[in-house]
């Protein structure tokens, strides 16, 4: 009974940690999109002939 409160403390560590590089990763991604994104109204300009 009390090993219990020290694992669900540790879990409780990875998961803020988890979270932690989760939110920075998720950050990263978004700028990523965005880039992707605006390559990609880009292409399809090019090949719709608009943009030379």
Same mark, same amino acid.
């Given at each position: 009974?009390?090993?219990q409160? &020290?694992i669900k403390s &540790?879990?409780?560590? /990875? %998961? $803020?940690? %988890? =979270? %932690? !590089?989760? &939110? %920075?990763?998720?950050? /990263?991604? $978004?700028?990523?999109?965005? *880039? ?6 880009? =292409? /399809? *300009?090019? !090949?719709?002939? *608009? =943009? /030379?």
């Open positions: 009974m009390d090993e409160p &020290s &540790s879990q409780n560590v /990875e %998961a $803020e940690e %988890a =979270l %932690a !590089k989760f &939110s %920075a990763i998720d950050d /990263e991604s $978004e700028n990523l999109v965005h *880039r992707d994104y605006q390559q990609l109204i880009v =292409l /399809e *300009r090019q !090949k719709c002939g *608009r =943009l /030379e």
